[in-house]
């Protein structure tokens, strides 16, 4: 009997220092979303209202009794900083009816929502938000162009990410894009006058017109965002690479807009997306949307969200293919491997711009267009600064970010070989997939892959 209960001590434990292990394993926060969007869109009244029912699920070890949310959109809509145009909140409940209270934080980028209970270790939650859109005059990417034309990126609410260092509420930079969110589902169902065509991220499930308004069902899997444009005439092209379908949307009103023009575009989507799929992996998508950016001028940026980019036409052509090999590139380094843009944006646009560099490559025109050379000399403006910081943080956002973060890592290349380099990049984008990755865990696989040493290449440009 002794050893016996002293066989049973032992196993108690044994038992206490497992759970407490596995409990200090899990991370204390982490959260699970998924989306269900339900919206009219009214050009011709300049808004959108919409439903949105985000389901959240307590992965961590820890309860909690708020939950945070962004709304990028209000901080796309230019620089214009007014109140009109932004999307806002009108209410809020949860799954049984309760009113929630929600704080709204900075311009509405960031909303805090007091939770009717805690949500606990293993719970679910379905909020259901009531939230209108005043669409503004289109200024960069977000808004109505003159001609009517919409663009939506980023509009709804999606859960703010809750990491080691808890809740992402840093305010969004002055440079960069700033997001940080985590892959999930989305589910989007929209009313439109019939007079307009959508593009969406998502697949396509249904469309039916029924008195004057189409109603568009999309589905969009593990992205990062959604994203809706509209416009009456859309020329639409299609491609097709590896399993994907390449979907084209331009309008050919817009400022730089030929038929010409968007053939171009379309083949270098093509052939970028074929190489990164041989190189990286596999682009796990249906469908990839190309359009125009609705405002013909460079104040309306190259952009890329997950499964729809936009180029600008007015740029010279040489321009508009390594801005679609780079915005091709983002469905690698942002959509599939996410980071934090605000802390690390070089990890989502060093690399896209180093793919750039590796395409044209892979095309064999460099002669033409010395790639490598003008990203050294850029580069080299930004001399002994590391790569690897916030983006208001680097003395010159494109210099050191784009610029010197592509040389970094074709400098890493050159020492260990193209080959073994590739294959450490496939690695990384098969580990982090649909994840989030950091420096330092691009830098664990980096060692993981190679015997040579690269401490000095390291040390010369990563904090
Ligand atoms: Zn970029």
């Given at each position: 009997m002794k050893t016996r209960a002293k066989h049973y001590c032992f196993l108690l434990m044994l038992i206490c220092v497992m759970s407490i292990w596995g409990c200090s394993s899990k991370k204390e926060l982490s959260f699970e979303a998924a989306y269900a969007i339900d919206a009219d869109?009214?050009?011709?009244?300049?808004?959108?209202?919409?439903?949105?029912?985000?389901?959240?699920?307590?992965?961590?070890?820890?309860?909690?009794?708020?939950?945070?949310?962004?709304?990028?959109?209000?901080?796309?809509?230019?620089?214009?900083q007014v109140e009109d145009g932004d999307i806002a909140v009108l209410s809020a409940q949860d799954q049984n009816g309760n009113?929630?209270?929600?704080?709204?934080?900075?311009?509405?980028v960031l909303y805090c929502v007091k939770l009717a209970q805690r949500l606990k270790p293993g719970q679910s939650?379905?909020?259901?938000?009531?939230?209108?859109?005043?669409?503004?005059?289109?200024?960069?990417?977000?808004?109505?162009?003159r001609d009517g034309d919409v663009q939506l990126p980023m509009f709804s609410l999606q859960l703010a990410m809750c990491d080691e260092n808890g809740w992402d509420t840093a305010p969004l930079?002055?440079?960069?894009?700033?997001?940080?969110?985590?892959?999930?589902?989305?589910?989007?169902?929209?009313?439109?006058?019939?007079?307009?065509?959508?593009?969406?991220?998502?697949?396509?499930?249904?469309?039916k017109t029924d008195g004057?308004?189409?109603?568009?069902?999309?589905?969009?899997?593990?992205?990062?965002?959604?994203?809706?444009?509209?416009?009456?005439?859309?020329?639409?092209?299609?491609?097709?690479?590896?399993?994907?379908?390449?979907?084209?949307?331009?309008?050919?009103?817009v400022d730089g807009v030929t038929r010409q023009r968007m053939e171009y575009v379309m083949d270098c989507a093509a052939f970028s997306l074929e190489y990164f799929n041989n190189i990286f992996v596999e682009y796990p998508y249906d469908t990839l949307v190309v359009t125009n950016s609705a405002l013909g001028t460079n104040f309306s940026p190259n952009m890329e969200y997950s499964g729809l980019i936009t180029i600008l036409?007015?740029?010279?052509?040489?321009?508009?293919?390594?801005?679609?090999?780079?915005?091709?590139?983002?469905?690698?380094?942002?959509?599939?491997?996410?980071?934090?843009?605000?802390?690390?944006?070089?990890?989502?646009?060093?690399?896209?711009?180093?793919?750039?560099?590796?395409?044209?490559?892979?095309?064999?025109?460099?002669?033409?267009?010395?790639?490598?050379?003008l990203k050294d000399i850029a580069g080299n403006g930004a001399e002994g600064e590391k790569v690897n910081v916030p983006c208001d943080e680097a003395s010159n956002y494109q210099w050191v970010i784009y610029d010197r973060g592509a040389m970094f890592l074709k400098t890493l290349m050159d020492a260990v070989g193209q080959e073994?380099?590739?294959?450490?990049?496939?690695?990384?984008c098969q580990k982090y997939r649909y994840g989030v990755a950091t420096t330092e865990s691009f830098l664990?696989?980096?060692?993981?892959?190679?015997?040579?040493?690269?401490?000095?290449?390291?040390?010369e440009f990563i904090n």
């Open positions: 869109l009214n050009p011709e009244m300049r808004c959108m209202t919409y439903m949105e029912t985000i389901e959240v699920i307590n992965t961590g070890s820890g309860s909690t009794e708020k939950l945070y949310f962004h709304i990028y959109a209000n901080k796309f809509k230019g620089l214009r009113v929630l209270q929600w704080q709204r934080e900075q311009d509405g939650m379905k909020l259901t938000f009531a939230c209108e859109v005043l669409i503004p005059d289109l200024e960069s990417m977000y808004g109505i162009s930079p002055k440079n960069g894009d700033g997001r940080y969110g985590a892959a999930a589902d989305y589910d989007l169902i929209i009313r439109v006058p019939e007079a307009y065509v959508l593009a969406c991220n998502g697949d396509e499930l249904s469309r004057g308004i189409t109603t568009y069902t999309y589905r969009a899997e593990k992205r990062r965002d959604i994203i809706v444009f509209a416009c009456k005439d859309y020329v639409l092209l299609e491609r097709t690479a590896g399993n994907t379908e390449i979907l084209g949307y331009f309008n050919e009103t036409f007015v740029s010279p052509q040489i321009s508009m293919k390594t801005n679609t090999f780079h915005e091709v590139a983002h469905q690698w380094f942002y959509s599939l491997v996410g980071n934090d843009e605000n802390q690390e944006p070089w990890l989502d646009e060093g690399f896209s711009e180093f793919a750039v560099g590796l395409c044209l490559d892979a095309e064999g025109n460099t002669d033409d267009f010395p790639f490598w050379e073994k380099f590739l294959s450490v990049l496939s690695d990384y664990e696989i980096l060692h993981e892959g190679t015997e040579t040493d690269i401490s000095n290449v390291v040390a």
